[in-house]
């Protein structure tokens, strides 16, 4: 039903936006993520690395701009529907990536032109929830094309962007995430372990980044048994890094890691598990059944051997539980 309206409404104005666009493209619908004003602006003394890749999108950009134009009129026109769609949202944030995603792999360098090169207004989104669900659905979008190429704008916005609200730090960390590469890791874990908003954005989607280091990190940092709320933060990432069904659609640069992953997380769940109890306690039920790992039953009858008798009780109600994975 999303998938029809999107489609309904991009086709309502797309001819209107392909004609108005055939002078040349606008910038008119751009928006800033926070970049440090030297980061956009390289040319006035910005770090020699900022200045490399952010010189390597620009002429990305530009080549994009002659190959395909029709491809940033129609990200333009796209962009044109999201105050309707925040307008008509039900919940606190519109979903607008599909809009985005539908435009296919053309649609990257429009995308990230408004991302990484500013401008200060946007016309025709005057609400600031508007701009945030534009701000969130283009990286979304442009962070599901998994292009390695990417990494230093992802890094950027997360370690030293100015937007620190959660659904952008969310959705920078889920782009990093998803390139499911050793560099992405090593730089969300080490934003993982400094805490505070950009800390709990990384850690949260740390396990979309299906490396063995990753689950290694998760499983240490639950093995401390951090408070409730953490605890429910990782119980989900743990559950996202060893995924059964996940691991199907992971990157082939990942996939010799899959049994390790899983292991390593069904491991470190069934350990916390009897630690905890309430809402933490089945967020932890729930990411077991999310990994669904060959050597969880056996991880579960030797952490009964070791568990008091409240603990023995609570893992053999894991034990049935797992039994009837609904999701197998």
Request: a positive charge; charged letters at 25%.
């Amino acid at each position: 039903m999303k998938r029809h309206v999107y489609r309904s409404l991009f086709a309502a104005v797309s001819f209107a936006s392909l004609t108005a666009g055939a002078a040349g493209p606008s910038r008119t619908a751009s928006l800033t993520v926070g970049l440090p004003e030297s980061s956009t602006s390289p040319e006035a003394g910005a770090p020699e690395t900022a200045r490399d890749w952010l010189t390597q999108l620009r002429e990305q950009i530009a080549r994009a701009r002659q190959e395909s134009p029709e491809s940033f009129v129609r990200v333009d026109a796209a962009v044109s529907q999201v105050g309707l769609l925040d307008a008509k949202k039900r919940g606190t944030l519109a979903a607008v990536s599909p809009l985005f995603q539908e435009l296919g792999p053309q649609a990257l360098w429009p995308m990230v032109e408004r991302i990484a090169f500013p401008v200060e207004k946007i016309q025709g989104l005057e609400m600031d929830s508007a701009r945030l669900a534009l701000t969130v659905g283009l990286m979304e979008a442009a962070g599901e094309m998994r292009d390695a190429r990417l990494l230093p704008l992802w890094r950027n916005v997360l370690e030293t962007g100015t937007d620190t609200r959660a659904p952008v730090l969310r959705a920078a960390a889920g782009a990093l995430a998803r390139l499911e590469s050793l560099e992405a890791a090593q730089v969300l874990i080490a934003l993982a372990r400094q805490g505070g908003p950009r800390g709990e954005a990384a850690q949260e989607k740390l396990g979309e980044c299906r490396r063995l280091v990753v689950a290694r990190e998760l499983a240490d940092t639950l093995a401390a048994r951090p408070a409730p709320e953490e605890a429910r933060r990782l119980a989900r990432s743990l559950g996202d890094a060893g995924s059964a069904w996940a691991w199907k659609t992971s990157g082939p640069s990942a996939r010799s890691e899959e049994g390790a992953v899983r292991r390593v997380a069904a491991e470190a769940l069934v350990r916390a598990y009897p630690s905890y109890t309430g809402d933490v306690r089945q967020a932890l039920s729930n990411a077991v059944l999310r990994v669904d790992a060959p050597e969880t039953p056996a991880l579960i009858d030797a952490a009964r051997r070791e568990a008091d008798e409240a603990g023995q009780a609570s893992l053999k109600a894991l034990a049935e539980r797992l039994k009837r994975n609904p999701l197998r």
